[in-house]
């Protein structure tokens, strides 16, 4: 990690660097987040890059409310909201997590990025028009020490990934997913994938998926990730 010191006001700096297009690197930004969180950032968190391209094209036909489903500490959101000026609002379980959050919504001045504590298999989801999903259920699949936060929760990743994909079967025409590093489970039929790209770490795919499509596809789990 680099430990260099910033300046007193950087994280405004950085939230004024993202809205002019100008990415900056992931062991920056991720700074915001705590000593704890950052060893662990590679594994779990989405790359900056990921998250500008994603958020870029779930607001590309109007979306004003953009959910993260299972966002962890928040990066996704807060690239998204600095990118676009869209609503991005992360869905996570853990109080710690949202805090961690909130907290780096705050130091960068977003307004716009906000944070639930929610279950998303139960949150009311119709508000948003777009979702990010980013492999939601496997951090368990990591050993304990690689958590993001120690209270995480007992679960079946397919059963979890199951009942979500459903939730997302229910959702109306024209709503949009963009899903990095896999669901878990395979995308509902009634969902067209319009783009998959290798893009980020190790080249895992992004694919970005429409509601009320004719041709089903199908997307295939992936590694853990924020």
Not at 29 to 41: A, W
Not at 72 to 89: D, E, N, Q, R, S
Not at 123 to 148: H, I, K, M, T
Request: aromatic share 6%.
């Amino acid at each position: 990690m680099d430990r260099r010191r910033e300046q007193p006001g950087w994280e405004v700096a950085l939230a004024g660097q993202l809205a002019a297009g100008r990415l900056p690197g992931d062991a920056r930004f991720d700074r915001l987040f705590g000593e704890r969180l950052v060893p662990l950032s590679a594994l779990h968190f989405t790359p900056v890059a990921v998250a500008a391209r994603a958020a870029a094209w779930l607001v590309g036909d109007g979306a004003t409310e953009v959910a993260d489903l299972g966002a962890g500490a928040g990066k996704f959101c807060l690239v998204g909201a600095a990118v676009t000026g869209a609503v991005f609002t992360g869905l996570e379980l853990r109080p710690g997590l949202v805090e961690v959050a909130r907290a780096a919504a705050r130091r960068l001045g977003l307004a716009n990025a906000r944070f639930v504590q929610a279950d998303v298999l139960s949150a009311p989801l119709r508000r948003y028009q777009a979702f990010y999903v980013c492999n939601p259920f496997a951090e368990g699949e990591a050993e304990p020490d690689e958590w993001l936060d120690p209270a995480l929760p007992a679960t079946d990743k397919a059963t979890c990934a199951a009942a979500l994909a459903a939730r997302l079967a229910a959702l109306p025409p024209g709503t949009r997913v963009a899903v990095h590093c896999g669901l878990g489970a395979p995308m509902p039929a009634g969902f067209e994938r319009v783009r998959s790209e290798p893009i980020g770490r190790r080249g895992a795919l992004l694919e970005c998926w429409v509601q009320g499509a004719a041709t089903p596809a199908r997307s295939a789990p992936g590694r853990p990730r924020r």
